[in-house]
């Protein structure tokens, strides 16, 4: 089916692991975003992409790292897990059309003990 | 002053009432507006954009009033299906990919 999926849908790690979170679109769409949002904030971005091999900086980048070697996939890593990123994380993507809604996936519940 | 502002609510209304939500935003150069629509630990989906000239759709009606930064969002004849939480979501002005989401508003739709 077309669409945007996320895994895994739980995931729970000790700090200092790595841990790799996948989202996979099937729409073709330029535009890939992974958010975070925990109680008290609100959905903050942490990396965006407007193609592959193209990825950018968003509003909480540190401690994360992303790629984008095909159109239709966007993993963020956690290169070292700390409790503050227990959260949960949205992937989205959106079409190149300037005012497009965005898709999220169904999130992936991370939890750093 | 933080850059999306809403009322957390809960607003409690009963079935078939009319309520309105305000979000206040910070930046008057931001240039598109949406609210989005989440359920309880689901992922936001869009529930309608913003235009300058208000728009509608069915029983919902955003509103857009850029002289005092601000947008609303009005459900008329509230069902117990509308029970979630309404999200203001302003463009950021220099990077329109760059959003900046409200904390959002909770609603409770009673029997």
């Known amino acids: 089916d077309a669409g945007i999926t996320q895994s895994p849908r739980y995931k729970i790690t000790e700090t200092g692991r790595q841990v790799t979170l996948m989202c996979h679109q099937t729409?073709?769409?330029?535009?890939m975003f992974w958010y975070r949002q925990d109680l008290g904030h609100g959905l903050r971005l942490i990396y965006y992409?407007?193609?592959?091999?193209?990825?950018d900086k968003g509003e909480v980048p540190d401690g994360y790292v992303v790629s984008r070697s095909k159109t239709e996939n966007f993993p963020l890593t956690l290169e070292s897990a700390t409790r503050s990123q227990t959260s949960v994380y949205f992937c989205?993507?959106?079409?190149?059309?300037?005012?497009?809604?965005?898709?999220f996936g169904n999130g992936t519940r991370l939890t750093v003990t | 002053r933080k850059e999306v502002e809403q009322d957390p609510g809960p607003f409690n209304v009963p079935e078939g009432a009319t309520v309105a939500f305000n979000c206040t935003y910070s930046?008057?150069?931001?240039?598109?507006f949406f609210w989005y629509r989440q359920d309880c630990r689901k992922e936001p989906k869009l529930l309608m954009s913003v235009y300058s000239s208000g728009n509608e759709d069915g029983r919902f009606t955003a509103q857009l009033n850029r002289a005092s930064q601000y947008i609303s969002l009005l459900i008329r004849d509230s069902k117990l299906s509308d029970s979630a939480t309404y999200l203001c979501v302003v463009t950021n002005a220099g990077n329109n990919r760059k959003l900046i989401w409200g904390l959002g508003t909770s609603l409770a739709v009673n029997p």
């Open positions: 989205a993507s959106e079409s190149a059309g300037g005012d497009s809604p965005l898709h």
């Open positions: 930046n008057s150069a931001s240039q598109s």
């Open positions: 729409w073709s769409h330029s535009y």
């Open positions: 992409s407007a193609a592959a091999d193209i990825t």
